[in-house]
Structure formats: structure tokens, C-alpha cells
């Protein structure tokens, strides 16, 4: 990258030692935050989730998450060193959270070779496929989970009860047996409503990462602390859900059908919300950008949730407001200082 | 931090390093640095045409003597700052923009004299705006805090426009830099009638005074200078760079905005920094040209950071070695940190009457950038309300067109943008870049133009010498 930064040597010709000068174009400083301060700061936000999710799945889901992770850096390892003949980046924490996030959205008993191939689609084609860490449209674990669920289904859908016999931690501390189910909004398996303290806990069926909303919304906060999130997408998001699960008529019959608290807890909408919407790379870059871009997560969601086959609709409706980004950015660019009318486009 | 900051004025966007350098030079007095054995004097040391040299090589100068004229308005004129012999007049290298700019060289000799006529008290009292402006013309004022704006200009508004703000800029906001503290501090009352002279030159009632919120000795002290007057309001800002901007500080102290190519007479105001009123006031009261300013000599490849008031023109070299140049110092800087120049040598650079700081850095990096990763802080900081992420992406990949649809023109390269960047572009520099390929190209498309008229003018005339 052109940055017009040349040594000089000044002439000896003065009584100062010939030194080398420094010449680069202003400032002459930068602030603290760079790319691997960001990308590690989320990753340490996202672990209590991840802990929690273990704690109730089981080794196993460990063994998931870690594998996922691993294939995630391996791939942005060997694609930038032999493919692309870059410096190869994974110490900037950014495949780390694609490995994560990806295995966070797994079911937790799902074959190993599915979060690798979701690794490898997620890193190889959604992300250095479109240019690499800042050039993707799409965040790259949800794009590779729509993708594993298109080309896997069967062991997206129906391996959930690997979890109960895969032991792990779950069946002695809870003893539980019932987390056989896919998701708490999944009417077919619904015969339980599960209370909001399970939901808060994370102690319901669902992928990894997903479960736990305490932990989550925990790591979202101080994300959004830290200034690496902003509140308009979260909020925006859960309250447009929170808003429309009260509105809108339900087509199923559930006791939770149309209870809004149950709603925003359960399933994605936590993870989605606070970790995936809030994706700096695939999401407006205006904080009005911003609003718009989680409140249409949220209408995208419900109606999902609400009226399509699926029962779940964080993933594809971030993916679709993912595609609207550049749309979005288009009609919210910042005004101008002293230009009533605004910027121009 | 935004607790301690309610209640101050301010502006949207911006930035404030964790650490702003201030305290390594604030609590150095000013002193006068030694004259210099030859000066420098840059014959383009403002925006504007360069002014016209009026003496010869040979010629015996006092101090404060006439030795380069404005040919125009927006010019100024520049003075002796030693008294001497013209040595040489040659070309250099600017030390902000580095084009070949014309040097006159003098060689110190004899007394420290003040060249006829000058260094005598005025009565202000008696004095009309037009003899204010015409003082303030002659000792070739121009704007210290390093646009070097022409100050009669500022004082000369349009017919159709009025003047009911003027603003003494006391918020010094780009980091290390303390010439203005001190002088705020240690000439107070200078500073204060230097704002009342201009007041009355722009016949206006209202004065203010914005002061940064760190410095809050110079805020009480101008407080009691100022007084019972009931024309001079003094206001607290809140500590935020580019808070000294003129945008931001007449945002800030009048609610007023203007867009960044505007001037702030737009809004009604005109602003004026602390080392500029004060020269005003020397120039008017004493009649005593710009011959000399404080310059802050800091940062953390200097052992003994000071204040110095320094003539112009002198070689930087001196302030430097008796400031203590460290061995590990690399970069040296015009300016504070945020817009500063930096310099490609030491033992060539003169100090320019902008020149209100030398920032010495000993461990100055270079950082390594990235795509734009869309994290929008510097949206959130660019205080003129411009999308610095879609400006660097056009101007890196030289889409200067679309980059001016997105207002890259009315870019005033504060830098707020690229300290912030998560990516660490070089937005700036981009934007610097793009700027000056785009001047290029409206040049060469000129003069393409010329060529085109001058050969139909050939092809016209061709005929009718045939015949």
C-alpha cells in the first residue's frame, strides 16, 4: 500500500549525527484500537457462551468447537500462504471467531466432518473467495451454516439426540433427558415449555453457542462497552422481535406462540443479535445504517419464525440484510457539516 | 470521561489521545532563544502568492525591514527578522508543502536595531479599522496556528457580510503543542487587548474566548483580565481535538454551522488564535512586525522540552541541540502530531512564521494497514461529517471522481479519521494524494485546452496569410 513513508539520510554535513528521519503524512499518532485488539476482544467475549454450551452438551461439543476453530485457521493458514501468496493474518483473531461462531451454530452432536467442511466454505469461499478479512459480503459462519444446511441436512436436522448419549456433563448434573429436540421453537417437539430461567441459563436444546442468554447477552455487553458494538443493532433487533412476537398472529398453537420474552430468549436471536448482526464487515457502516440494518433483522426473523417452514430465522434473515448492507450504506451516508439538505450521495 | 465533560461546549466527532503531551512542555516559561547567526527568510510562508523580494544581495537590513512585498491580497509581506546583510537570495525547499520556494539569506551583523519608524507606541485609541488593517497588512500577519491564513484578510469582510462574533482561539487542541498556554498565561493581558483591537477594527461587540477545559489556570487568569467587561464572554470547551478548528469552535461557542470550505464569516464570526492576537497586538500597539513567535520544541526525543520565542527563518538545528536532541530521535515534525509536517532533515529545516511547534519523536512507527474493515469509527470521528472509509477505498484505487462526489474537496485533513482507524489506512495521506493528482490533472487538462485555442487560433490565422 502506498503510504509515501521513506527513510532519509540527512547530509553529515551538520554537527548532529547523520540520522534517519522518519517521513510519513499526517498524524503522526494512531489511537489504541487496531484489527487484533477487536477481533480478540471478541473471542474472549464469546467463551462464556461456549462454556456454557459445553457445560451442558458435553465433551463432545467441546471436541466440535475446537475442531471447528482449528479448520477455520488452518484453511485461512494454507489459502494465504500457498493460494495467495499473502502474510498470512490468523493471528488477528478473525478466523479464530469464524471457527467459533460456526461451531456455535452447530447442533452439538453433529458429525466431525461438518464443522470442518463448514470451516472451509466459510473461510475458503465466503470470505478469501470475496477478498479476504474487509471485502466479504456475507458473514462467513452463517453463510456456511445456510450452506451446510443445504448440502447436510440430514445430520443438521435429526442428530440432536447424540447429545443425551454422548453423556458428557449434561445427564449428571441435570439429569434431564429431554433435550432431544432440535430447538424450543420447534412446535414438534414442543410438548414442553421451557421456563425463562432455562432459557436464561442456556439448559433447553439448540446448537453450541446458542443456548445460553445470559452468557450471551454478558459478552454482548461488554462488547458494546468497548465500543466494538454498536447498541442500535442488538437492540434494534431484539426489540423489533420482542415488538412483533406480541403483534403479529401466530399460526401455531404453543403456549409461547405468542409470548414475546419467550421468543427473544429463545433459539438464535441472542447469538445473532449481539455476535453475527454486529459483524463490522457485513453491516452498515452509519450508526443510522445501523438501526435500520437490526430493526430489519428483527422483521425478518418474526416473519420467518412466524409464517415460513422454518422454524428459525436469525440465520437467513442476517444473511438477507447482510446483502442489503451496501443498499442501506447507499441512503445513509453522514450529512455534511452545515449542509442542511445533507450529504451528497 | 464524558462525566467530568458535561456541561462544556463542543462539537460532534473528534478524538482525544489517552496521552496529549501537554505536560512535558506547559510548565516551561518562555525564553527568548539566541538570534540566530544567519536567517532564512521564505518568501511564501502563507497561503497566497508569494511575496516579491524588495532588497538585493549585499544590502545591510535592520531588523523588522521590509524584505519581501505582497503583491496582492490574499499575500503578506515579510521582514528581517535579524539585522544583517543580504547574503544570498536562492531557492529552497518549503518546509510545509516542499516546492521551490525563494529564500532570502541574511547574515546577522551588528546591533539588534529596529529599523526606522518601527518599535514605537500607537495610540489604538485614535486609530480607524482601516489604520488597524493597514498595520496589521504591513507587518505581514498571517495566521500562527499553522494555516498561515493572511490576517488582514480575515479583518477585511465582504461588504454583504457581518461580523458579530469574534473568537480568540485559546483551545491549542492538537496534542504537545503549549505556545499559545504560555502565552495566555504569561501575556494575558497583550492577548486580551489584541482581541479587543480586533474587535473594534471588525466593529464588533461580541468577544469570546474558548479555552480547552485542561487549562483551567489560563481560563481563571483570563477571567479576571477580561473582568467586569461585559463584550468579552471567556468559555470553557470541552478537551477534544480538533476543538481549535474553526468550525468546531464556532460550533462549539456560537451553536453555528458552516460548511468546511466555507470561512467562518458565513456564521458571522471570525476566529483568531492566541499567538495571532498577540502578534496583532505587538503590531499595533508597537508597531513591531512578525519578526519572531513562541515556538513549543517537545516530544519524547527532546531531554529538555521548552518554549522558546524564536526569530523567523532561524535553522532548526539550534533549538534542537539546546533543547537536548536525543541520539534515538526519528522523526521530526512541524507542527503537533495530528497535522504536523514531518521533516526530512534536521540540518536544513528554518523555521516559517506557522511553525508553533517542533515535535521530536524517538520511537515514531509506521503502521500497517489493511482493507477497511467497516468498523465506521471514523464516521463517527470525522468531525466535518464525511465518510472517510468510502474516501480512502475511491482515492486507493483512484476513483478521484466518485471520491468528490463524496465530498473529498471539503476533507480539511484533521486526521481525526486516521488515528482512530481500526485498519490503520492512511486515510489521510489518500486523501492528501488524491487531492493533488486531481490538481494535476485540472492543470494538464488546462493547458491542453490552451494548446487547442492557440492552434485554432494558427488554423484561423493560416488562410489569411495564404492569400
Same mark, same amino acid.
Given at each position: 500500500m502506498s503510504n509515501a513513508q521513506e527513510k532519509v539520510v540527512t547530509p553529515a554535513?551538520?554537527? =548532529?549525527?547523520?540520522r534517519e528521519l522518519l517521513v510519513t503524512t499526517s498524524p503522526h499518532i494512531r489511537g489504541p484500537e487496531d484489527i487484533p485488539r477487536v477481533m480478540w476482544t471478541v473471542v474472549g467475549a464469546l467463551l462464556p457462551a461456549g462454556l456454557v454450551g459445553v457445560y451442558f452438551f458435553g465433551y463432545y461439543a467441546l471436541f466440535i468447537v475446537i475442531l471447528s476453530v482449528l479448520a477455520a485457521v488452518l484453511t485461512e493458514a494454507v489459502i494465504q500462504k500457498y493460494?495467495?501468496?499473502?502474510? +498470512?493474518?490468523?493471528?488477528?483473531?478473525s478466523a479464530v471467531i469464524t471457527g467459533l461462531l460456526l461451531a456455535y451454530i452447530?447442533?452439538?452432536?453433529?458429525?466431525?466432518y461438518i464443522p470442518v467442511v463448514g470451516a472451509i466454505f466459510a473461510i475458503g469461499i465466503v470470505k478469501h473467495a470475496f477478498g479476504g478479512l474487509g471485502n466479504n459480503i456475507w458473514n462467513p459462519a452463517l453463510a456456511a451454516r445456510a450452506f451446510l444446511q443445504v448440502a447436510y441436512p440430514a445430520p443438521i436436522n435429526?442428530?440432536?439426540?447424540?447429545i443425551k448419549e454422548s453423556g458428557g456433563i449434561l445427564s449428571n448434573i441435570?439429569?434431564?433427558?429431554?433435550?432431544?429436540?432440535?430447538?424450543?421453537?420447534?412446535k414438534e417437539f414442543g410438548g414442553k415449555t421451557y421456563s425463562y430461567m432455562d432459557l436464561l441459563i442456556g439448559?433447553?436444546?439448540?446448537?453450541i453457542g446458542e443456548t445460553s442468554a445470559i452468557a450471551l447477552m454478558l459478552g454482548g455487553a461488554y462488547l458494546i462497552y468497548r465500543g466494538y458494538v454498536d447498541w442500535r443493532v442488538p437492540v434494534g433487533y431484539i426489540g423489533t422481535v420482542f415488538v412483533l412476537a406480541k403483534l403479529l398472529p401466530a399460526r401455531i398453537e404453543a403456549?409461547?406462540?405468542?409470548?414475546p420474552i419467550y421468543h427473544v430468549l429463545a433459539g438464535g436471536l441472542m447469538l445473532g443479535a449481539f455476535f453475527m448482526a454486529t459483524d463490522m464487515v457485513t453491516s452498515p457502516l452509519t450508526r443510522r445504517g445501523l438501526l435500520i440494518f437490526g430493526i430489519g433483522c428483527g422483521v425478518l426473523t418474526t416473519l420467518i419464525r412466524f409464517y415460513?417452514?422454518?422454524? &428459525?430465522?436469525v440465520c437467513y434473515s442476517i444473511l438477507l440484510m447482510n446483502t442489503a448492507t451496501p443498499l442501506i450504506d447507499r441512503f445513509t451516508q453522514p450529512t455534511l457539516l452545515g449542509s442542511a439538505s445533507g450529504g451528497k450521495k | 470521561m464524558a462525566a467530568e465533560m458535561k456541561g462544556l461546549k463542543s462539537f460532534q466527532g473528534g478524538i482525544h489521545p489517552p496521552?496529549?503531551?501537554?505536560?512535558?512542555?506547559?510548565d516551561r516559561e518562555i525564553v527568548q532563544f539566541p538570534l540566530p547567526e544567519v536567517a532564512y527568510l521564505c518568501m511564501?510562508?502563507?497561503?497566497g502568492a508569494p511575496a516579491k523580494v524588495v532588497v538585493a544581495k549585499g544590502d545591510v537590513v535592520k531588523k523588522g525591514q521590509k524584505v519581501g512585498e505582497a503583491p496582492g491580497l490574499i499575500s503578506a509581506n515579510v521582514h528581517?527578522?535579524?539585522?544583517?546583510?543580504?547574503t544570498d537570495i536562492t531557492f529552497k525547499p518549503h518546509p510545509v508543502t516542499g516546492a521551490r520556494t525563494q529564500v532570502v539569506v541574511i547574515q546577522r551583523e551588528g546591533e539588534d536595531m529596529w529599523a526606522p519608524g518601527l518599535d514605537e507606541p500607537q495610540d489604538v485609541e485614535a486609530m480607524t479599522p482601516d489604520d488597524i488593517r493597514n498595520l496589521v497588512r504591513e507587518a505581514g500577519m +498571517?495566521? =500562527?496556528?499553522?494555516?498561515?491564513?493572511?490576517?488582514h484578510v480575515k479583518l477585511s469582510?465582504?461588504?454583504d457580510k457581518t461580523v458579530d462574533a469574534v473568537i480568540l482561539n485559546g483551545?491549542?487542541?492538537?496534542?504537545? =503543542?503549549t505556545c499559545d498556554y504560555r502565552l495566555l498565561m504569561e501575556k494575558t493581558r497583550e492577548v486580551i487587548e489584541g482581541l479587543r483591537i480586533v474587535m473594534k477594527c471588525l466593529g464588533c461587540k461580541n468577544g469570546y474566548v474558548g479555552i480547552e477545559a485542561n487549562k483551567m489556570d489560563a481560563y481563571e487568569r483570563v477571567k479576571a483580565v477580561v473582568g467586569?467587561?461585559?463584550?468579552i464572554k471567556v468559555e470553557l470547551l470541552e478537551v477534544?481535538?480538533?476543538?481549535?478548528?474553526e468550525h468546531q469552535l464556532v460550533k462549539a461557542i456560537l451553536g453555528r454551522e458552516f460548511k468546511p470550505?466555507?470561512?467562518p464569516i458565513e456564521a458571522g464570526a471570525v476566529v483568531h488564535n492566541v499567538s495571532t492576537t498577540y502578534a496583532i497586538y505587538e503590531a499595533v500597539k508597537?508597531?513591531?512586525?512578525? +519578526?519572531q513567535r513562541v515556538i513549543s520544541i517537545t516530544?519524547?526525543? +527532546?531531554?529538555r522540552p521548552a518554549n522558546l520565542l524564536v526569530r523567523v527563518g532561524s535553522p532548526i538545528e539550534p533549538l534542537l541541540k539546546a533543547s537536548g536532541?536525543?541520539?534515538?530521535?526519528n522523526k521530526v515534525v512541524y507542527?503537533?502530531?495530528?497535522m504536523g509536517i514531518a521533516q526530512p532533515?534536521?540540518?536544513d529545516a528554518v523555521t516559517i512564521k506557522g511553525t508553533g511547534g517542533i515535535l521530536v519523536m524517538s520511537s515514531a512507527g509506521e503502521w500497517q494497514s489493511h482493507a477497511c474493515?467497516?468498523?465506521?469509527k471514523c464516521i463517527e470521528a470525522c468531525p466535518y461529517g464525511l465518510n472517510p472509509s468510502y474516501l480512502s477505498i475511491l482515492c486507493e484505487s483512484e476513483h478521484f471522481q466518485q471520491a468528490m462526489e463524496f465530498n473529498?474537496? &471539503?476533507?480539511?485533513?484533521?486526521g481525526c479519521c486516521t488515528y482512530v482507524c481500526t485498519s490503520r489506512r492512511p486515510i489521510v495521506h489518500l486523501i492528501k494524494t488524491a487531492k493533488y493528482e486531481l490538481g494535476r490533472q485540472k492543470a494538464r487538462a488546462q493547458e491542453a485546452q490552451k494548446a487547442k485555442e492557440a492552434q485554432k487560433v494558427q488554423a484561423a490565422a493560416a488562410p489569411a496569410t495564404t492569400k
Open positions: 554535513s551538520g554537527g =548532529l549525527p547523520t493460494l495467495l501468496g499473502q502474510p +498470512v493474518s490468523v493471528k488477528d483473531g452447530l447442533p452439538p452432536g453433529v458429525p466431525w435429526s442428530d440432536w439426540r447424540i441435570t439429569g434431564m433427558d429431554a433435550i432431544t429436540q432440535a430447538s424450543p421453537l420447534l439448559r433447553v436444546p439448540g446448537c403456549p409461547w406462540a405468542n409470548d415460513a417452514a422454518y422454524p &428459525e430465522g | 496521552f496529549d503531551g501537554k505536560s512535558l512542555s506547559k511564501s510562508q502563507h497561503i528581517a527578522s535579524i539585522a544583517g546583510k543580504v +498571517v495566521g =500562527l496556528g499553522g494555516a498561515t491564513f493572511p490576517t469582510p465582504p461588504k483551545a491549542e487542541c492538537e496534542p504537545y =503543542l467586569h467587561d461585559a463584550h477534544k481535538y480538533p476543538q481549535g478548528a470550505t466555507q470561512l508597537h508597531r513591531r512586525p512578525l +519578526v516530544g519524547d526525543g +527532546v531531554e536532541l536525543k541520539a534515538e530521535a507542527g503537533g502530531p495530528m532533515a534536521v540540518t474493515i467497516r468498523c465506521g473529498l474537496m &471539503e476533507c480539511k485533513e484533521c
